[in-house]
């Protein structure tokens, strides 16, 4: 085996990363959790820490009225358990161990695993009175050997659920289990299903057939139910039907099948203890590999749910930010980069222009000015930032109708179906009644830097010289009289940059003008351009539409999908330490 101090910490961290049971979709996942955490917190990490403990922890389980009781009360030689014929009396656990076994390091050992309640001497355990899972009533007695620990645990058959929640939180515990069956229940399905969960992958157990009446027949059963469970016991022994004992006159005995030793000496001595120990500790540790890759797988189908839904609103809310994007595509960008690119290819071009521009400004000012003077002010006009907020707005109503149905249909926990809720649900809607106030968004800096670094790398590699560039020189110089602050905005409504376009600002650039001089270079470049912007600009709209509406959802759906994530990692890590 590896080194216990890292096996140890890498176990410890698999169950400080284990979630709480309830939080599996999945019930039989959920059982495997739960189960996992008890063998770790109660079975696994107390017994790497403690070094080799010259304490054997046995547990005598089995179904209803079979003789559980009456074999500890033998085991432990006093009648600590009750023990009559109606069956059903233990709902919890109770121990017994000799007094030594309370003092030092092994009480230190024992309280790591149980929730320990001593029984004061003259008192009875009030066992048959339910209790929560990993209590354990523990009795001390000299008549109990050194080193042996023994168990009485509920029927996992009576009150089913809780019974067997109460019993599989110390079985996971144990070194040996000691199963008791009779005729009437060696081949009950639930009783094989109960034991094959118990010892799992090897761990040590024994079978006791009570009110045996012929040995042939007991072998035969007993063989069947190793079969069934898949590994056989290391011993196996009768209880012939014995008057007194049910009378209460004397203890139960058994007797040894296969030339194994006594049961009280094969529980009660050292050397065989130590031998019981170790393939124990094996058992565990395998059971333990089996779970950890469970529940990591677990967790992996677990985080799936809030991963898609997240990763699908994201991709959402990029479309309808993209499709926004479009309807304001920023005219003088694409100017400003198609002029600075050709003006360093052309030292003429560039000083034959350089006058031109701020004459030209100062034109379009005072032509404004007369113009408004004989016609008067011209009528507000919509601004295209405002069909961007309308485009925001109905694609995010289509996103609410869209997703109704992943609120309806959620099975999770409840936490995210109230978000859900909250998200998709009328009050969203009223929130789209306001105005969205986006502001500077609509000119956002850093979209249009990258805008303009991508039309001067566009311009570049278009121009090849020759006739081509001369026009574009030619055109520039022309439409060089026009400020490009002027062409703020082009909204398009189809077809992209240029095409059904209309110039914002009473620009003197025509929409004609503007086609030839962005045709010259080429038939995509349009349609580049526009993408581009609508990937860039949309995803800075989509943030922002995160942000305002869906910052908790999603939030929450990141912290569950990448927690799921974590804690199949850890689990899988710590499986590979175990191995």
């Excluded at 390091?105 to 320990?116: C, H, M, S, W």
């Excluded at 009779?182 to 090897?202: E, K, P, W």
């Excluded at 009570?210 to 040995?215: D, G, K, P, S, V």
């Excluded at 677990?302 to 898609?308: L, S, W």
Aim: charged share 25%; hydrophobic share 45%.
């Amino acid at each position: 085996m590896k080194d216990p101090r890292a096996l140890r910490t890498a176990l410890a961290s698999a169950l400080d990363a284990l979630p709480a049971s309830e939080r599996f979709p999945d019930s039989a996942d959920a059982d495997v959790a739960r189960r996992l955490a008890e063998r770790l917190r109660r079975d696994l990490l107390p017994r790497l820490g403690s070094g080799d403990a010259p304490l054997l922890l046995v547990a005598i389980a089995g179904p209803n009225n079979v003789g559980k009781s009456t074999l500890f009360n033998a085991l432990a030689k006093a009648s600590l358990s009750p023990a009559r014929p109606e069956g059903g009396l233990t709902k919890q656990c109770l121990a017994a161990a000799h007094a030594e076994t309370w003092t030092g390091a092994l009480k230190d050992v024992l309280t790591q695993r149980y929730d320990i309640v001593p029984v004061a001497d003259g008192t009875v355990a009030p066992v048959d009175e339910p209790g929560p899972a990993g209590r354990l009533y523990l009795v001390l007695s000299e008549a109990v050997p050194r080193g042996l620990l023994v168990m009485d645990t509920p029927d996992f058959d009576s009150v089913y659920r809780d019974n067997r929640e109460r019993a599989e939180a110390l079985l996971v515990t144990v070194d040996v289990l000691v199963f008791v069956v009779s005729r009437q229940t060696y081949q009950n399905a639930a009783l094989v299903d109960f034991l094959r969960a118990a010892v799992g992958h090897g761990k040590p157990y024994l079978l006791v057939y009570n009110e045996a009446t012929r040995e042939d027949v007991a072998r035969g059963h007993l063989d069947k139910l190793a079969q069934d469970v898949g590994h056989p016991p290391i011993a196996r022994y009768l209880a012939p039907h014995q008057p007194d004992v049910e009378a209460g006159l004397k203890p139960l005995a058994t007797e040894a099948l296969d030339g194994r030793p006594p049961l009280a000496a094969l529980l009660g001595q050292a050397e065989h203890a130590r031998e019981l120990k170790a393939r124990a500790l094996e058992a565990s540790l395998s059971d333990a590999r089996s779970e950890l890759d469970a529940v990591s797988r677990a967790a992996t189908r677990a985080a799936r749910e809030p991963e898609r839904l997240r990763q699908r609103l994201r991709h959402d809310l990029q479309g309808i930010g993209a499709q926004a994007a479009l309807k304001a595509v920023p005219a003088d960008v694409l100017v400003d980069a198609f002029r600075d690119e050709l003006d360093a290819r052309s030292t003429f071009h560039r000083f034959v222009r350089l006058p031109f521009r701020g004459l030209a400004t100062a034109l379009t000012f005072v032509s404004r000015k007369v113009r408004d003077s004989f016609t008067g002010p011209r009528p507000q006009e919509a601004l295209p930032t405002q069909a961007v907020d309308e485009s925001l707005k109905d694609g995010l109503r289509r996103l609410v109708d869209a997703f109704a149905p992943e609120v309806a249909a959620w099975r999770g926990d409840a936490e995210t179906r109230e978000k859900l809720a909250q998200a998709f649900g009328p009050a969203m809607i009223g929130r789209l009644d306001a105005p969205l106030d986006l502001g500077s968004l609509h000119a956002h800096a850093a979209d249009r830097a990258t805008l303009y670094d991508f039309c001067r790398q566009l311009v570049g590699s278009e121009l090849q010289g020759g006739m081509r560039e001369e026009l574009l020189q030619a055109l520039t110089t022309l439409v060089y009289s026009v400020p490009s602050g002027a062409a703020a905005v082009v909204t398009v409504a189809t077809g992209g940059l240029g095409h059904d376009a209309v110039v914002w600002a009473g620009t003197l650039l025509s929409t004609p003008l503007l086609e030839r001089f962005v045709d010259l270079l080429g038939a995509q470049v349009r349609a580049t351009v526009t993408r581009k912007w609508a990937d860039a600009h949309g995803a800075t709209l989509a943030q922002a539409m995160e942000t305002r509406f869906f910052a908790d959802l999603l939030s929450h759906l990141d912290a569950q999908a990448e927690g799921w994530l974590r804690t199949a990692s850890t689990l899988e890590t710590a499986r590979r330490a175990a191995e």
